[in-house]
């Protein structure tokens, strides 16, 4: 056949054609690239490239994948299979790629089509711009192996793209990503057909797991490959359909969209999990047409509840389905076990480490704040009769600094970061602790109720450590201006521990249950749905950002710290020192209705503006450094589904796009790649032996 394009060389004379110097013209404006992408190909190619000649470097099979092959990959193709490209790299054919091939090869990675391209390049074996009946089909059986499931070239479907008349017609580019796409097609249903004897429309089970390991293979876990034969289980005949094999191709084929589906309908469900007509419902209300049918359906929960069809399923039960890497937890659970146990030293650091966490934490909020905490305590206390002490927050705050200055704002500080490491500690363990033991280990998800007990637990088990510490703190915070206005003694804390003694320093105990049992279930509840509901954490594997964080634990802290104001007011009255003149309350419901009566409903929420703007940054804060603390150094693992939709983008662009590339010829035949990677071409063998010493040292 005569050849519509000529061979073109790098190194040829523009002068030879019009046609092949338009052509060098153009190839060269195209790898024209900006230097800093030309120093990193450089630095790339220096670093694998282990054949010298005549002093140039070049790379061989090997080095050449190890220099395309994307570094982490959520796929199971082998990176030997990689040496498939290196025939299209190679465009000399000496079995060697130079410098000028591989900035040439990196350059055809940068297209969009870059897949396609490198596969129509793979089959145009003479170079020559098109590929030929013979070129498909040589290339087609030079890799598929003699135990593969026959083709035939002669069938009507390839005479619709080549013609009838071998020879008369030659594919183009675009005629052949459209064959490239069909192919798999054709080839599915000519392999039923071969292998459906009795032509009744059935196939054993061993033959369908055939039919799909030679055409989808890669694109399947272990786990799904060993249940292939299982879907004969759908029908009563105990065998497969030509209708069910065309489903799990489609399901396959698809598989992206399967995945934003099943995420998405899991995030929404109330409990995690879905059924059947869930993913049918949610499909059908992102999707302008129908995306999948019952038939699908049936095979994705099939596959992903292992044969039970009533269940309803996580996320998680749809990993082994959509993640090709994807290992038993049984299989994990033994590596773990292999690997050596943390010694007794390293528990106790850990849970040492744990401890001090809420207690870093609850420091690091605390100081942010407590200038505001002075102020709001200073505003709920007990007003003298006829008399009242401040007007507003604002005014509190004027006459704190005019009595005392700056310093004023922080008297009482150091009782409080002392108290505060084992009173976060307990409140933030304990919170995480009933989550942890309440949650579907599955979903990840907590019914609202536990996660109502699990805040609420919290806030009671912290009063151990918050009643004495406040009561302290309280009273060191009003003897500054006592001091100013009266001429009274100041004390430190030691004094005023011994001064109320061990059953003194819980006074007030029942109000600052009544304020920190619902304070903490509120809290810990707003924050988690904050962060899954409007920030939506995990969503496509999203981790929030700091400020994202932050706002999540500020937000929180607002509903928590208004609502429950009225029992501060009251466990702050119980626990000040009351003077003459003053209202003497005799407990926590004396309080309450001698609060309403003498100064009206409004006093019980006294200070609560300022609450918010204490404790919304103060837990924001908290928060916030409670998160990354956790992050380091004894991070946890928690089961999720890790996919190449949620996987961080750690490889180039062009290493994406050759493994894009190789994806597309092993859906032609799984053996795609694997006599490549076995091959040797003779100027190799002679090539590496005469490596430059200089070079090599």
Known sequence: MTRVISTVHCDADEASSSLTGSALKGVRSVVAAPENEMKRWRRIFEANAKVVIDGE????????????????????????????????????????????????????????????????????????????????????????????????????????????????????????????????GERLRQAFKYLDKDQDGFIRPEEFKQIILEIAGHKLSDAVIERLPTLCTLTPSGRISYSEVVAFQNVIREMDMVERILREATAKSKDGRIDQSDFLNHSAAISRYALFTPMEASIIFHFAGRGSREKRLALLDFAQLLDPQWRSPHEILEVNEARPKASLLQGVLKSAYGFVQGGIAGAFGATIVYPIDMGKMQNQRSTVVGQMLYKNSIDCAQKIFRNEGLVGFYRGLGPQLIGVAPEKAIKLTVNDLIRGRAMDPETGRIKLGWELIAGGMAGGCQVIFTNPLEIVKIRLQIQGEAAKLEGAVKHGAAHIVR???????????????????????????????????????????????????????????????????????????????????????????????????????????????????????????????????????????????????????RDEMSQIRARNALKILLDVHGDFGRRAANFSHPLVKQATPTTSPSKSA
Not at 67 to 85: N, V
Not at 145 to 158: K, L, M, T, Y
């Open 57 to 184: 470097k070049y790379l061989d099979p090997d080095s050449f994948v190890n220099a395309i092959a994307p570094k982490s990959d959520s796929t199971k193709i082998g990176r030997a299979q990689f040496a498939i490209l290196f025939r299209v790299a190679d465009s000399s054919k000496r079995g060697l790629v130079s410098w000028d091939d591989f900035t040439v090869f990196e350059t055809l990675l940068k297209r969009p089509d870059a897949d396609y391209w490198i596969a129509f390049q793979y089959f145009d074996v003479d170079s020559s711009g098109t590929i030929t009946y013979d070129e498909f089909k040589n290339v087609f059986l030079a890799n598929v192996g003699p135990s593969a499931i026959p083709f035939d070239f002669d069938c009507d479907w390839v005479k619709l793209y080549l013609g009838r008349k071998n020879g008369t017609h030659v594919l183009g580019y675009n005629e052949f990503t459209q064959l490239m796409k069909g192919l798999q």
């Open 499 to 649: 001064q109320l003694g061990v059953l003194g320093l819980y006074k007030g105990a029942s109000a600052c249950l009544l304020r920190d049992i619902p304070f903490s279930a509120i809290y810990f509840t707003a924050y988690s749905h904050l962060k899954k509901d409007v920030f939506h954490e995990g969503y496509n594997g999203k981790q929030l950002s700091f400020l994202e964080t932050l706002g999540a634990a500020g937000i929180a802290g607002m509903p928590a710290a208004y609502l429950t104001t009225p029992a501060d007011v009251v466990k702050t009255r119980l626990q000040v020192e009351a003077r003459q003149g003053q209202t003497h309350y005799k407990g926590l419901t004396d309080a309450f209705v001698k609060i309403n009566k003498e100064e009206g409903f409004k006093a019980l929420f006294k200070g609560g503006p300022a609450r918010i703007l204490r404790s919304s940054p103060q837990f924001g804060f908290t928060l916030l450094a409670y998160e990354y603390l956790q992050k380091y150094p004894w991070q946890e693992n928690k089961l999720e589904v890790k996919t190449a939709l949620t996987t961080p983008k």
